[in-house]
């Protein structure tokens, strides 16, 4: 950036020269022809300024017009007469050209011609412009010229020096503001780098390091913001870390049962097959744990669900048709929501026959379950509800977590309290939530809360599937 601007600088100063060397020429040649015009007009009138009276003679034209014609700086005049440099300018010149024999020869020679001549000439002070302008008169037989001298080497030394003065200015401003430019970034970036150094310094192994947070400027809310990640990353890691201690206790049980049944085993072969029979049991048990372990760390990924066009009232319809073979209860569709939303039909399924299955286990035959769906406020609303012993209020909360199971021991085949884990899982899949609630009239409704705006809400005729009193076994 600095190079670019001090590129920029150089060229403008070399413009700036260049520029000022060409103009130079020009008003020098300008100068030249001003002062021819100056004497033919002197000459034309004739008169002396000084006295007023004509002059009589070239010779004393040319005195009279230089002692009343003064030259510039850098410039100087004088006359030749009759082969000798006669009169010059008041003020002395930076070189006397008037006293170089081979210029004085060669003015001569010009004012012989009688024709006005221009060239270059060198002397001490450089390149000199110079301008002979013979001068006659009638009856004067002298031959006599106006030498004018523009000493363009000290002209252009003076272009030279204000190119010079400009090129220091700028870079020396160029200097301090670059000077200031770091100055001021390393202050700023000071910070910056702190961050990146404590950043560097937490590492995977340690997620409890923080930045420190001081003042309010965007630094601080970098830093603010690297900790909240750092929070979250740490949450992650933590609820991964647990989930491989729960699923690895989880997995040891069947697999110390296995084990012991091994060992004990006899050569009866009725023991035998007894045996076989539970080890199958248990390790049916297993492969169900692993799979659910499965669909849980699948839940956090993206890809976990697969969207499309979901109809509402057909699924809860459809969920009750195949729950209907688990087990003989009162099997009801309830309210139904006659709308289509954007979600995963597989996994809304999974998560109600998973409910449908908890409601089976936790009723008996004279039971009634019911599936429902309903539009709720910006959502929609889906429920297994069952009229068996309900869940205390203490274990509302608590049954959703992983490898819970609440109320009385469970039988050893039971599930591994994953299944309300999977259904909380789809539900914030598809960002709502899960929940339980104790209707008044008993029993228990597990609803999933889910922010799904309708796609459409055609009227098609609502499905009656009231079972009536009772169904006797199941009906697939
Ligand atoms: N319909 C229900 N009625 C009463 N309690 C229930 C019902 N469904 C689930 N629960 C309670 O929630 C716990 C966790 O359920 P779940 O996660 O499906 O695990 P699991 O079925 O393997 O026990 C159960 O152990 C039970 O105590
Ligand atoms: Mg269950």
Not at 83 to 95: E, F, I, L, N, V
Not at 336 to 349: H, I, P, S
Not at 393 to 417: K, L, Q
Not at 432 to 453: I, K, Q, T
């Amino acid at each position: 950036m600095l190079l670019l601007v001090a590129l920029a600088l150089g060229a403008a100063v070399f413009l700036t020269w260049s520029v000022q060397s060409a103009r130079l020429d020009d008003r020098i040649n300008a100068e030249l022809g001003h002062e021819a015009a100056k004497l033919r007009e002197f000459a034309r009138a004739g008169v002396d300024p000084a006295t007023g009276r004509p002059v009589s003679g070239v010779r004393a034209l040319l005195t009279a017009y230089l002692g009343h014609n003064l030259p510039d700086d850098h410039e100087s005049f004088f006359s030749v007469v009759d082969g000798r440099a006669d009169r010059r300018s008041p003020y002395p010149p930076p070189a006397r050209l008037d006293h170089d024999a081979a210029f004085v020869a060669r003015a001569t020679r010009i004012a012989a011609s009688g024709r006005p001549a221009s060239g270059w000439a060198d002397g001490p002070a450089g390149r000199v412009r110079y301008a002979v302008l013979p001068v006659r008169m009638a009856g004067d037989r002298a031959r006599a010229a106006l030498v004018v001298a523009e000493f363009r080497d000290l002209q252009r030394d003076e272009a030279e020096e204000t190119t010079r003065v400009l090129g220091f200015t700028a870079f020396g401003a160029l200097a301090v503001a670059g000077l200031a430019g770091w100055l001021v970034a390393g202050r700023v970036l000071a910070p910056i780098r702190l961050v990146r150094q404590t950043a560097e310094r937490i590492g995977a192994s340690d997620l409890t390091r923080r930045l420190e947070v001081r003042g309010n400027d965007d630094v601080a809310a970098l830093a603010g913001t690297f900790n909240t990640m750092l929070d979250r990353l740490e949450a992650a890691f933590a609820t991964q870390r647990r989930f491989v201690d729960d699923a690895g206790h989880e997995l040891r049980t069947p697999l110390t049962v296995i084990r012991g049944h091994l060992e004990l085993m006899g050569d009866d072969p009725a023991e035998r097959a007894e045996t076989r029979e539970l080890l199958i049991d248990e390790l049916d048990r297993m492969n169900r744990i692993v799979d659910d372990l499965l669909v849980l760390a699948k839940a956090e990924r993206p890809d976990f669900l697969a969207l499309g066009e979901v109809d509402l009232a057909d699924l809860t319809v459809e969920t009750v048709a195949k729950a209907r073979g688990m087990a003989s209860r009162r099997w009801r569709v309830g309210e139904v929501a006659e709308v289509r939303v954007t979600a995963d039909r597989q996994r809304l399924t999974q998560a109600l026959m998973q409910l449908a299955a908890n409601a089976v286990r936790h009723t008996g035959d004279g039971d009634t379950v019911e599936v429902g769906s309903a539009v709720r406020g910006a959502g929609v609303e889906l429920w297994v509800r069952d009229t068996g012993p309900g869940v205390a209020d203490e274990d509302t909360a608590r049954i959703f977590d992983r490898f819970v199971r609440a109320g009385p021991g469970p039988r050893r085949t039971d599930g591994a309290g994953l299944g309300l884990a999977i259904v909380g899982s789809i539900a914030r899949a598809h960002g709502g939530r899960a929940r339980v609630e104790r209707p008044p009239d008993g029993g228990a409704r597990f609803v999933l809360e889910l922010p799904l705006r309708p796609s459409s809400a055609e009227p098609s005729p609502v499905p009656v599937m009231d079972d009536g009193p009772a169904t006797d076994g199941p009906r697939a």
